[in-house]
């Protein structure tokens, strides 16, 4: 109990005590709460600064290998440009160079052909120089044919007067006027008097109409215009003595014309030529040289290959000919072959399912009743010739 | 003393008729007694001799009215008037053929003056009786038919029209294929006649069948009627493109040249007339001429004749020159230029020198070759100086004047554009200007013989208006040159270095 008065007494106290040694460090609490909440705060603050600070450098991580991508993406197309461009450009030059020279040779060729007109040109020249030749020539000719023409006029002239004045010549005794003893030659005049032809006073010819000359009558190119020239009087001949038939009589036999007869008239392998003839003009009307064969078969005359399996020299294999089926005669039930049921339904049935069996089951069934007939017949035959050893069966 | 007496009488007065009317016709040859004739009254005294019994006197009557109206107009219309032409043509049809070749020729006399006596002429229906004179027998009656409804159809299109309604073309063409020249050639110059008034009548010659006629023609000796056949196919052939085709066709070429050689110029003539009526149709037909050595015979043909015989040869090769620069260059590879330049200035009328000029401006026009084609044969300063000439008529300074300025735009050949620079009025001078602004500054060679010539000095002195294109010109010009010539070459550049040297002070030293 006496503590508890003791405790009691001191409760107070230590009430005090408890509450001052309390409070007492509720001074410092505060501090030293404060103090523990700055560095806490700070610390708190560095942590998350250098989270901050990673995810900075992270998120420019990221954001460099991204920009890193898109500019390697944007250089990547600016190369294919650029290459395009280049090789564009390329194209265009080159086919600039194929246009020139086709533009060039173009006009050269269909246009403007320079040298075919400094061809032409020079054919020109050449045709003119070689005009103007003939046209001197021409000239020429026409000035000598005056000429000639003039002077033949002349000559004509001077005979006219020569013939009329014919009566001037001198004869032995008397020496003409122009043939005077003083001069060593007789003048020209009168050797052309000697020349000419004494002239015969006639009846006034009709004269000529002034506008055809010689010159003109030749030149009319018309065929009305030339002149109907007479034909030439035939030369008299005597007419030999004798008995001769008229001249005109004996050329017209002589030279008569052949007159064969029909058979004569044609050739004699007239038919053979006019065969070829007709052939020939079918020929040219064919579209299609290849003759129409009669039979089809007539041009199969290709050579059959067997094959070499079936040609080998160890026989044919009969599976794939004979039988199609494998068999293995070691598996059989029994020996004999397989039957038809004799129930008609069955059959019919069994023969709408395997057709082919039914028909071979038929032709056998056939095959039977065959020999079966022979058989009968033949039995027939050796009784009848039993029966008639002296007849003779007509068949 | 009856009978006789009477017939005698009557003989008598027979004989004075045929005298009379023999001496009045003998007269009527000589054009000075016309007048005293047709004062006497000699129309109203030969009328009733027309219808004279007697054939001689008739046909002397007729033949002496001919002649009294060939003289002039007036005795012919004295024809007209005194109602002789139904009488004649009455008796066209019945009489025989010396009466028709009188009554021919006098249709003829009356018609040949003016178109109204020709229209009378047709108004009587003298044109059917004249075709049916030129299916007469006698050539000389086809003849003297032919005449005169050639002189008939010669004045205007409504009488060609006319005669060719009468049926009398395809007769002339009969005509023309008969032997007698004369017939010939009056036939061929009556078909010249017709045909020259328009394409429609061209065209009824043409279908006749004429041109291979007159083609055939051509070959005659006859100078006189290659003249008419050649006026024919040239009066032809100037209407259309296929009547000149279709005279082509008839194959003249080359024949037709060989009529460039003759001795008569009128054959000449005509020949050129028919080239040039060709030629001025198509390129293709001048380029067919030029082929077979037309411009070369032509050339030759403008050498050897004078005057007016030249005028279509010059004409022709100017056609020819117009259509293309080949054709141009053609022409003065056939050495045409020198020849017309020849005949530029020797020629002495002005429609002549008109046409040469004309001519030489289509050929060089084209190109900068064929400019120096013509300006090489020195016609450049005689075409300025007809252009500038008081003398020279109005069409003959146009023409040369475009002569000059078609051929200067395209010249650059400069020699022949210093002389220019001299005497030139300011509208040429601009082009010489502008040519040699053109040349200048590409030819090193050129520009020192501009300035050792004295070019370079003139083009200084050149006054022009600022921002004209003459001294645009000049800028250009004083461009190819470095500034130093430019200033010394400059008007008044010695005054100016004088000016310079009076001010000058020496250093002092």
Redesign the interface.
């Known amino acids: 109990m006496a503590t508890l008065a003791r405790l009691q007494a001191r409760s107070t106290f230590l009430a005090h005590q408890y509450y001052f040694r309390n409070s007492a460090v509720d001074v410092f609490r505060k501090k030293e709460y404060d103090a523990a909440v700055k560095i806490q705060s700070w610390f708190r603050g560095c942590r998350i600064r250098a989270y901050l600070r990673y995810l900075h450098r992270v998120a420019t991580v990221i954001q460099k290998c991204w920009r890193g991508y898109l500019g390697r993406q944007h250089y990547q197309l600016i190369v294919k440009l650029e290459f395009c461009t280049m090789k564009m450009n390329l194209y265009n030059a080159m086919a600039v160079r194929i246009q020139k020279r086709w533009r060039g040779y173009r006009i050269r060729k269909y246009c403007f052909n320079y040298f075919y007109l400094k061809e032409y040109l020079k054919a020109v020249s050449e045709t003119n120089d070689a005009i103007r030749e003939a046209l001197e020539e021409f000239a020429e000719m026409k000035e000598r044919e005056e000429k000639k023409a003039d002077l033949e006029r002349e000559e004509k002239k001077r005979d006219y007067q020569a013939r009329k004045m014919h009566y001037l010549l001198s004869t032995k005794q008397i020496p003409g006027i122009y043939n005077s003893p003083f001069r060593k030659d007789p003048d020209p005049w009168e050797l052309r008097l000697q020349k000419a032809k004494p002239l015969i006073s006639q009846r006034p010819k009709v004269k000529q109409k002034r506008g055809v000359n010689i010159s003109n009558r030749l030149a009319c190119t018309s065929a009305r215009s030339l002149p109907q020239s007479e034909i030439l009087p035939p030369i008299d001949r005597k007419q030999c003595q004798g008995p001769f038939r008229d001249i005109t009589e004996v050329l017209e036999q002589r030279y008569k014309p052949l007159e064969p007869t029909l058979w004569m008239a044609e050739p004699i392998n007239e038919l053979k030529m006019a065969r070829e003839e007709l052939r020939k003009q079918e020929w040219m009307r064919n579209i299609n040289d290849n003759m129409f064969l009669p039979f089809s078969s007539y041009h199969k005359n290709k050579k059959y290959i067997p094959l070499m399996h079936s040609s080998s020299k160890y026989g044919p294999n009969s599976y794939g000919s004979q039988h199609f089926r494998d068999e293995n005669p070691k598996k059989w039930i029994c020996d004999k072959k397989f039957k038809f049921h004799e129930d008609r339904n069955v059959c019919l049935t069994y023969s709408l399912l395997y057709p082919h069996c039914l028909e071979q089951h038929l032709a056998k069934e056939r095959k039977k009743e065959r020999k079966k007939e022979r058989k009968r017949k033949e039995k027939r035959k050796k009784e009848r010739r039993k029966r008639f050893p002296n007849c003779i069966t007509i068949i | 003393m009856s009978q006789r007496q009477v017939l005698q009488v009557f003989e008598q007065y027979q004989k004075a008729r045929t005298q009379f009317v023999q001496m009045v016709a003998e007269l009527a040859t000589r054009p000075q007694n016309i007048e005293t004739l047709q004062n006497a009254g000699v129309m109203s005294l030969l009328r009733p001799l027309l219808l004279d019994v007697v054939p001689t006197i008739q046909q002397t009557a007729a033949l002496a009215l001919g002649r009294l109206a060939n003289y002039n107009g007036d005795l012919a219309e004295a024809v007209v008037k005194g109602d002789i032409l139904p009488q004649l043509v009455y008796s066209l049809a019945e009489q025989n053929r010396f009466y028709k070749k009188a009554a021919a020729f006098v249709l003829r006399a009356v018609g040949k003056h003016s178109p109204q006596l020709a229209q009378a002429i047709v108004d009587c229906g003298a044109l059917d009786t004249l075709v049916i004179c030129l299916e007469d027998f006698d050539p000389g009656v086809k003849e003297a038919a032919a005449w005169a409804l050639g002189y008939i159809a010669r004045h205007n299109a409504e009488l060609s029209q006319a005669v060719v309604d009468a049926g009398a073309v395809p007769l002339l063409v009969l005509c023309i294929?008969?032997?007698?020249?004369?017939l010939k050639r009056i036939a061929a110059s009556a078909l010249s006649d017709i045909s020259k008034h328009s394409p429609e009548l061209a065209q009824t010659v043409v279908d006749v069948g004429a041109i291979a006629?007159l083609a055939?023609?051509i070959?005659?000796?006859?100078s006189k009627l290659k003249r008419q056949v050649l006026s024919a196919l040239s009066q032809i052939a100037k209407h259309s493109v296929d009547l000149a085709e279709m005279v082509v066709e008839a194959e003249i070429f080359?024949v037709v040249?060989?009529c460039?050689?003759d001795?008569d110029d009128y054959v000449k003539k005509n020949a050129s007339t028919l080239i040039r009526e060709i030629a001025k149709h198509t390129p293709e037909l001048s380029q067919l001429i030029?082929?077979?050595?037309?411009?070369?015979?032509v050339t030759?043909c403008i050498g050897s004749c004078k005057g007016n015989i030249r005028l279509p040869g010059i004409m022709m090769l100017g056609y020819v020159a117009a259509h293309s620069e080949?054709l141009a260059?053609?022409v003065i590879?056939?050495k045409a230029v020198p020849q017309l330049s020849v005949c530029l200035s020797e020629e002495p009328e002005d429609h002549i020198k008109a046409a040469a000029a004309w001519a030489l401006g289509q050929i060089g026009r084209h190109t900068p070759e064929h400019a120096r084609a013509v300006a090489v044969t020195n016609t450049l300063p005689v075409l300025l100086s007809l252009y500038m000439s008081t003398e020279s008529s109005e069409d003959l300074q146009t023409k040369s004047k475009k002569a000059i300025k078609s051929i200067l735009q395209k010249c650059t050949y400069l020699p022949a554009l210093e002389p220019f620079l001299y005497d030139a009025p300011p509208n040429i001078l601009k082009h010489v200007v502008g040519q040699f602004s053109k040349v200048l500054p590409h030819d090193s060679k050129a520009r020192r013989l501009f300035v050792t010539s004295g070019g370079l000095k003139k083009v200084q002195e050149i006054k022009a208006g600022p921002g004209s294109l003459l001294q645009e010109y000049i800028n250009s010009i004083n461009s190819c040159y470095p500034e130093e010539i430019v200033r010394y070459y400059s008007p008044g550049y010695s005054d100016a270095l004088l000016q310079r040297v009076d001010s000058y002070q020496p250093l002092a030293n």
Request: cysteine-free; overall charge negative; charged content about 20%.
């Open positions: 294929q008969e032997p007698e020249i004369a006629h055939q023609m070959l005659n000796p006859d080359p040249l060989t460039l050689k001795k030029v082929n077979t050595g037309g411009v070369a015979a030759d080949n260059m053609a590879v056939s």
